[in-house]
Each structure stands twice: as structure tokens, then as C-alpha cells.
């Protein structure tokens, strides 16, 4: 289908092009060439596209996504070999139920067109339909599986971060805003090691196998306690060197304990699951390197007040210790010997009062609780529920009784026999009827024309 349109667009180009030397050739031959604009020049080639390709539905990849602030969408949509720049204007946009995001497979549906000041072509986009998951996440979950089925991700074979590292490695860009987050977080909480920063790229080309290269650099120079690989957030394009299989497994090979903090807490890569613990962000990893020292700090410093605290607490230990032994000397005299005598009645006695208070209140408790639990199972309280459901059940039965019926506005016909006559068509042409009301009874008869009616 796209080599037929091409052969139209081209035999429309063609005939264009003939069609104008034809002008020229019928041109007096002492006329110069006629030149046209670039603006008239772009205003054909978009004549010829609009014409050519009219709406259709294109797949695609979206990529570079940008949503201004005036509710226009702007992306590109690629596939393995073009692109093609697409806008999605504000009306349409506010329509579609798709949320757009890199990496997401669409289908579009649009027309092509010019943007004539730039002499670009096009698709303005009208429809959105989400077309499964995109390349690169395709890509993503692929290799996951395959290097998790290795046993790459196991937990068994991850190495335990030391808590107080002396020197650290940070494998990033050296110009990026993460490794300054990184190193302000460091000397704000007073974080007393060696930092090293390790000069990578981290996007594009060559990245995964240079960031690759550095940690088996690090891990040669066997000076580093702890390693860090990562970046500031950016879309999965921006991130895809850290889910590159070369730099994954440089990552789970590596000897030197390793944290990846790549991008943003919703952002996740294989190199993630490779490392030896993951960090949300940079800033993150730079917490989590120095809470242990900043814990340790904090225990020095509760410790030196600790030691305060006890010898303090000695020095007036020792002081009540020795005003202890003078008032022990003080007791030892007779006097003091008699008073305690004294003392020791009168304690005697008001714990034997406070004993046997005690005891009497335990036992009303006791009283008091075989009283609920007799009154609960006394046959007065069920039969008090008995009558309460039985009450119920006579209202019940009242508003369901005729009485109540005919209370609301209803008559009940009956024979001469006092039966209640249901149907019209049992009632025969003279017939004696009976017409029961709420407050009293009127005997009359059937009256066949009034039935007709």
C-alpha cells in the first residue's frame, strides 16, 4: 500500500512538472524563465501531499513526547526504519482516552501537511488508538526474562552493602545534575569519606559499553568499597544504555558491591535488578550511603552523653551513699530503734486494713457480676423478648388483616353466602351482592349494563 501511494505521489510530482514546462515551453521565447517563491514552492508540495495521502491510520512508536502549555501534543513516531514528526492540537487532544507516554505503540489517524515556515512535513493527528506495548519495552521485558532465567537477578548472588564505605565510586556524567545532587546531599549530612566520580556517558551511543568499561576500571584499582551507577530521570530512550545486556551483566560480574540509582522512583531497568540493591534516585543512594555514618554519629554523640550522664550519676551515688551510712549510724540508737518498732505497727496495721477493704470490694465485684449473669439468664428477660417479638409479629399480622384494608379505602364484595366474590365475570345479572366497607355493610344488586361498561 505505501509503494502504490509513493508511485501516485510521484506520478502527481511528474505530471506537476510537466504541466509547468509545458506553460514554459508555450512562453514567447524572448521571456525569461518564470521563478516562483519558496512560499508558493511549499504551498504546491503541500497541495500535492494533502492530495496525494489523504487520512489514514498510521503505527508507530511515540517518541520525545512534548505536551506544551497551551494543550498542543507534539511527538515523533517512528518505527525500525523512519519517523515521522506528528501534532496532536489541543481540541483532540482533550479527546482521547489513550495516555501518551515514550515508548507507547499507536495507531494515529490523521492527515499529512506542511508546516509551510519550516517547509516540514507532517501528520496531524486526530484519532489515538494504543497499539500494545512499544519496541524498546518489547525489548525491556525480553531480555528480563532471559537474563532472569540465568539467574542473574537472583538474591542469592547479590553482595551486602557495608555500611560505612571509606571510599566510594559514582559512575555517572561528571556535568549531569545528578552527581552534584548527589555530592550536596554527601556534605549535608556531613558524610566524612572519599568520593571518586567516575566520568561516563550515560546516554547515546557507546554509553553502555563505557560505563561498562569503568566499573571493571574500579574494580581493578581495588580501592573502593562501594560503587554507584546511575543518572537523572528521562524518558525510557534517555535510559535504555542502562538496560543494555553488555552493562547488565558488567553490573552483576562486578566484584566491588555495586547500588544503581538511575533516574526517577517510577523508573526502573535491568540494571535495577543487577545491582546489589537499587536506590529510588541518585539523591537516594547518597541518603542511603550516609545514614549508617550519620547513625553512627548520632550514637557518638548519645554515647558521650551518656558517659556524662554516669559520671554524674556516680558522683551522686557515691554523695546519697554516704549521707545513706550517716543515717544508718542515726538509726542505730536506741531511740531510733523504739520509733521503728512504732513505725512498723502502724504499717502493719494499715495494710491489714487495706487488705481486707480490698477484699470485700473483690468480692462485690464477684456479687455484682453473678447478679448481671443471673439477670441475663432469668426467665423474666426471655420471656420480656419473647414478648417483644410476639407484639411484632401481632402488628404484623393487624397490617395484613383485612380491617386494615378496607381502613385504607378498599371494599370487599361478597355472595349471600358471605363469600368474597374475586373476579367480575363470576357475577351473574340480578345477583344479590353484599359490599363490605371499614364501617359497615350495603346489600345490592349486579346490574349487567353496568358490567358491559
Request: aromatic share 6%.
Amino acid at each position: 500500500m505505501a509503494g502504490r501511494e509513493e508511485d501516485d505521489l510521484f506520478s502527481m510530482a511528474a505530471a506537476a512538472a510537466a504541466a509547468a514546462e509545458e506553460e514554459e515551453n508555450a512562453a514567447p521565447a524572448n521571456d525569461a524563465p518564470r521563478a516562483i517563491s519558496v512560499t508558493e514552492f511549499t504551498r504546491r508540495v503541500k497541495g500535492v501531499l494533502a492530495q496525494a495521502f489523504p487520512p489514514c491510520w498510521v503505527r508507530g512508536e511515540i517518541s520525545n513526547l512534548r505536551a506544551q502549555a497551551s494543550g498542543h501534543v507534539y511527538f515523533v513516531l517512528k518505527d525500525a526504519g523512519a519517523q515521522v514528526s506528528a501534532v496532536l492540537f489541543r481540541g483532540d487532544a482533550a479527546r482521547q482516552s489513550v495516555v501518551l507516554r515514550d515508548g507507547l505503540q499507536v495507531l494515529v489517524f490523521g492527515q499529512v501537511t506542511v508546516y509551510e515556515a519550516r517547509g516540514q512535513y507532517q501528520i496531524v493527528v486526530r484519532d489515538v488508538i494504543e497499539d500494545g506495548v512499544g519496541r524498546l519495552q518489547r525489548e525491556f521485558e525480553a531480555l528480563k526474562r532471559r537474563l532472569a532465567a540465568e539467574g542473574l537477578f537472583d538474591n542469592a548472588r547479590k553482595a551486602a552493602i557495608p555500611p560505612m564505605p571509606a571510599t566510594v565510586g559514582f559512575v555517572t556524567s561528571p556535568t549531569g545534575a545528578a552527581v552534584q545532587d548527589f555530592i550536596r546531599i554527601l556534605k549535608r549530612r556531613g558524610w566524612r569519606g572519599r568520593l571518586i566520580v567516575l566520568p561516563a556517558k550515560v546516554q547515546g551511543e557507546g554509553a553502555a559499553e563505557e560505563m561498562a568499561g569503568m566499573l571493571r576500571v574500579a574494580e581493578k584499582t581495588g580501592i573502593f568499597d562501594l560503587l554507584v551507577i546511575g543518572r537523572g530521570g528521562g524518558s525510557l530512550e534517555d535510559l535504555w544504555a542502562f538496560n543494555e545486556e553488555t552493562l547488565v551483566r558488567a553490573v552483576a560480574a562486578c566484584g566491588v558491591p555495586v547500588i544503581s540509582a538511575v533516574g526517577h522512583e517510577i523508573d526502573f531497568t535491568l540494571c535495577d535488578f543487577a545491582a546489589d540493591l537499587r536506590a529510588e534516585t541518585p539523591s537516594g543512594a547518597a541518603e542511603l550511603i550516609s545514614s549508617h555514618f550519620v547513625n553512627r554519629m548520632e550514637r557518638v554523640a548519645r554515647a558521650g552523653e551518656a558517659l556524662r550522664e554516669i559520671a554524674t550519676a556516680r558522683v551522686d551515688r557515691a554523695r546519697d551513699h554516704m549521707e545513706n551510712m550517716r543515717s544508718h549510724l542515726r538509726l542505730l540508737s536506741p531511740s531510733a530503734q523504739i520509733e521503728q518498732g512504732y513505725l512498723r505497727i502502724d504499717d502493719a496495721g494499715n495494710r491489714l486494713g487495706a487488705a481486707l477493704q480490698q477484699g470485700v470490694s473483690t468480692k462485690r465485684r464477684q456479687l455484682a457480676v453473678a447478679q448481671s449473669a443471673f439477670a441475663a439468664r432469668s426467665p423474666e428477660t426471655r420471656v420480656q423478648i419473647a414478648s417483644q417479638r410476639l407484639l411484632g409479629l401481632w402488628k404484623r399480622l393487624q397490617a395484613a388483616s383485612p380491617e386494615s384494608v378496607l381502613h385504607r379505602g378498599f371494599v370487599i364484595m361478597r355472595n349471600e353466602a358471605g363469600a368474597p366474590i374475586s373476579r367480575r365475570a363470576g357475577i351473574a345479572d340480578g345477583q344479590p351482592l353484599v359490599a363490605e366497607f371499614a364501617d359497615g355493610s350495603v346489600r345490592m344488586n349486579a346490574d349487567s349494563n353496568a358490567r358491559s361498561r
